[in-house]
């Protein structure tokens, strides 16, 4: 097979290379952590009134979700409450 010009040197450490190569890519990528879902952002676009092109993104955790629809809802109470048994009229 080898004549004796050839030599087992140059075989032998292109694989080693490879092998070596191959353990310091494993230990390069580290483990993913797992997700914690309360950090997992969340995008809404929505259409503008009145408007066929503007849009607004709106991208947060779901911890800042739960502010926001929070605020909206005491918002809206607000006003509800606020109208509630006044008179109307001039």
């Known amino acids: ?3 004796q010009a ?5 075989i032998i450490g292109a694989v080693l290379l490879t092998v070596a ?3 310091a890519a494993d230990e ?4 993913k952590p797992a997700l914690d879902p309360e950090k997992k952002v969340t995008c809404v676009t929505t259409q503008e009134t009145g408007s066929l092109i503007t849009r ?3 991208c947060f955790t779901k911890k800042q979700w739960r502010y926001v629809n929070d605020a909206h ?3 809206a ?3 509800a ?3 509630r048994g006044r008179l109307s009229g001039n």
């Open 1 to 3: 097979m080898f004549t």
């Open 6 to 10: 050839m030599s087992w040197r140059p």
């Open 21 to 23: 190569g191959a353990a």
């Open 28 to 31: 390069a990528t580290p483990a």
């Open 56 to 58: 607004h993104k709106s």
């Open 73 to 75: 809802n005491d918002e």
């Open 77 to 79: 109470r607000h006003l």
């Open 81 to 83: 409450d606020d109208n």
